[in-house]
């Protein structure tokens, strides 16, 4: 498996394009994606559980339901939520696309990011669709990412490849996503291509269980999006054999998935809004996997720690705190707990207490763009890890005053 | 039932000092406070449900098994938690209190608040002794109140007095809290004193129950302290008939005691770390308490309202983001959303959609020191107020370095 180029369209039959058409009043900002592909594919998806869903979420579901599409039309500054004729717009927006392309509307899935509450107006996705349209092209992933950015400050596009059955196969996904993270069963917004064939049934049980320990094991901020959505779609142009049941081949299609979910994930969570840092923890010798999970989200999720690693301050007090009110079965006097990166590993805890260590060399390692926090417990096996990132000053700038 | 001075000595026969010792490195700031009683008390408690607790709670916990208790002696600036030699630090000091003031150690209840994971030196504990005891009186609760301050820039304390019987009771008490403020069973440190009469069974049952509306619906920044404590001590000096069980008289003590808790909660809240704003958010026509709690709740802790309340921009869409993620049972087709106080009540969203309002009205409701966030449910009668404030760079600033 080696990591490619191309993203989004790093499979065989993926075009895609990305245009500014209005929706944004800076017009040097893309805000219309598409991505498109030559044949039908077999597709899937997962989709936040927040109670209130954005409309576009309700239509995608509706097109998905015989596990087939070939376009997805997607839009930033607007979230397309809490309005009155939302799902009229979200349909709007994929029989447009379907008339353009000569496609079904059926095959059409749409999504949208942005502010919540105001009403998403067609006239600009109408007006910029003939320019999308004719700028699909097969290195058109990089527009593509860049139109679905919101606070997004990196665009974020991976891609791999590996053998399945003697044929070369490619899979590769952008995605967005900066603040309101928190994913629970899916995500921000992800859109992942695939040239291996695989069966629908067999392309959500893929997603759906990697998903359980990539995106939704990232926290920006704690706050559940109402929009978060993660499509896949395969459209075989790879002729491997096509993937029907568990087995080997069903093995190298999920490593190959992870590794882009994994790589999209720590991208997030990177660029956290307003983060300087990105945050790994990893949770080690827990009871259960829920355990691990569980302590490593709480970790992360941590305001006080967040503000802690943005100062390079090795304050563990506050993650033996968030362990403590984890509510995962943890015996406390057990844990240790060390910093580590690239600079090295301090550790700073053990058996649940205070150790001496060097502040300098703490620092040292604080003061690094990726921290990872080791967390060792003593009570089993399991392991989890969990990604976010530090709380700082813009965090706070961006979300005072997000809709002006 | 009227508002009085004297907060943690309104009550007869109460004591109080706050002195520097020098946990705390800044000459100026008293560290050590002591609560005295002339004779025994009936008391009760609660504690943080962190699995991580401070050692002095272990201690108070110990010493209140008979229910009774004459002092409780408070440091700020060292949590004595997560240190090997904790429970022996915690009960060398009762042991110090009790030697001085000639009773039994066992009626001395104990307190810290501060890092967590650095062990407690006893040595200006035990110096500052002397000229704490000496300073004992009835007018001593402003200085107890400032030395359990650490973040915290405003102190806290407040005090009632009502009728009991024909007998003239007074109720007061002191808090400190800023950060770590997510109170769960218990919160923050809070010493309550009563000179009314209430066997220990009674006292414990109406603070158990009064937290769960009061320091239990606050939050500052979701991380639940290790060391939150909430202690109540009642002597009986008012001579009023006693409090055996349920009835006119005890309703009355839980009024006073809940009119001096919903105060204390709201100092804590609008004196939540680098806070600008007090947040109030009320629910209404929930189809349970717990739902409506939720509700609450998770509204008051959503970083990313937290952050525009800031800003005074009334993203509401934020708030129907946290009410769709809480967990509670909600029609969200069925929300409305105002913003409220002294300038006025502006709604901006009905029926789970956004209403037109008045951007210029609604900044000048934002721009006030207090919000209320009213949210109105459509799916029962069940009520509750939560409270919390805003998100400021003060908050990373306060937090990116605590311990230097």
Redesign the interface.
Known sequence: MKLISGGVCAASGFLAAGVHCGIRKNKTKRDLALIYSEKTCNAAAVYT?????GAPLTVTRNHLHNGTARAVIVNSGN?N????NGIEIAEAMCALVAESLGISSDDVLVASTG????PLPLEPIKGGLPQLISELSDDGSDCAAQAIMTTDLTKKEVAVEFELGGKTCHLGGIAKGS??I?P?MATMLVFITTDAAISPAMLQKALSSDVKNTFNMISV??????NDNVIVMANGAAKNPVIEEEGEDFAEFMKALNTVTVALSRMIAADGEGATKLLECSVSGAASEKDAKIVAKSVI????LK??M??A?A????I??????SGAN?D?NKVAVSFANGKGEIFV?KN???VDFSEEKAKEILLEKEIEIRIALADGTACATAWGCD???D??????????
């Open positions: 559980t927040n109670l209130v869903k979230a939520t809490c309005n009155a502010v919540i509450g105001q603040g309101m928190h629970n901020d704690g706050d559940t999006s109402t999720c941590s305001s006080l503000a802690a943005f100062g301050d304050n563990w007090g506050r033996l705190c968030a362990i403590g009110y943890v406390i805890c649940g207490a205070g709380l700082t000053y965090y706070v700038k961006i979300n005072g005053d997000y809709r002006t």
